[in-house]
T-cell receptor, first 119, second 111 residues
Framework: GAVVSQHPSWVICKSGTSVKIECRSL??????MFWYRQFPKQSLMLMAT?????????EQGVEKDKFLINHASLTLSTLTVTSAHPEDSSFYIC???????????????FGPGTRLTVT | SQQGEEDPQALSIQEGENATMNCSYK?????LQWYRQNSGRGLVHLIL?????REKHSGRLRVTLDTSKKSSSLLITASRAADTASYFC???????????FGSGTRLLVRP
């Protein structure tokens, strides 16, 4: 149980275009989803927290108009990188947490990540 | 922002040897977690140690926590080539469920 998927696993786009990344919890309801960004050989940096049905909370320094997050259902959150530029190229990882049978509320389950390359 | 630093940044050992990586954090915590990340992949939760615990074992993993020094260590015994990955410690920020990760240790286990 507790499987989180991301789609696509990798994407290449041209500068100025928008890219949507999906994060799905496959076998549990995710009341909260988190989006992280990771540059090569660096740690994960939390970008935003999204709760189902409400607006996302962005970390300091993250442009909310640049990185649009939608958490429309308990199993799906999307991150849209708008007007992408080469500096947006990165590895984007989502995680999901929610009440699981016998589980602990604090556990986060991570997706496999999406590698975005903006040319 | 990152919670703390991990050292070493990179570690290369021979298969069968033990690997020790350290994590320091800045704020008070209720628990500390360790994650593994294979190259270009998501994170896998390894172990959680609570603030009132000093040591915890899980298979070949041994985690220690010293709250007075705000530090933790992860020991992998009898390492295998498949242990090659990056290892991150993480704590919750404030009383939220927002995870803050350490800088990570890249472990290479040579066969």
């Amino acid at each position: 149980g507790a499987v989180v998927s991301q789609h696509p696993s990798w994407v290449i786009c041209k500068s100025g275009t928008s890219v949507k990344i999906e994060c799905r919890s496959l076998d549990f309801q995710a009341t909260t989803m988190f989006w992280y960004r990771q540059f090569p050989k660096q740690s994960l940096m939390l970008m935003a927290t999204s709760n189902e049905g409400s607006k996302a909370t962005y970390e300091q320094g993250v442009e909310k108009d640049k990185f649009l997050i939608n958490h429309a259902s308990l199993t799906l959150s999307t991150l849209t990188v708008t007007s992408a530029h080469p500096e947006d190229s990165s590895f984007y990882i989502c995680s999901a947490s929610g009440a699981l049978a016998g589980g602990r509320g604090y556990e986060q389950y991570f997706g496999p990540g999406t590698r975005l390359t903006v040319t | 922002s990152q919670q703390g630093e991990e050292d070493p940044q990179a570690l290369s050992i021979q298969e069968g040897e033990n690997a020790t990586m350290n994590c320091s954090y800045k704020t008070s915590i209720n628990n500390l977690q360790w994650y593994r990340q294979n190259s270009g992949r998501g994170l896998v939760h390894l172990i959680l140690i609570r603030s009132n615990e000093r040591e915890k074992h899980s298979g070949r993993l041994r985690v220690t926590l010293d709250t007075s020094k705000k530090s933790s260590s992860l020991l992998i015994t009898a390492s295998r080539a498949a242990d090659t990955a990056s290892y991150f410690c993480a704590t919750f920020r404030d009383s939220s469920y927002k995870l803050i990760f350490g800088s990570g240790t890249r472990l290479l286990v040579r066969p």
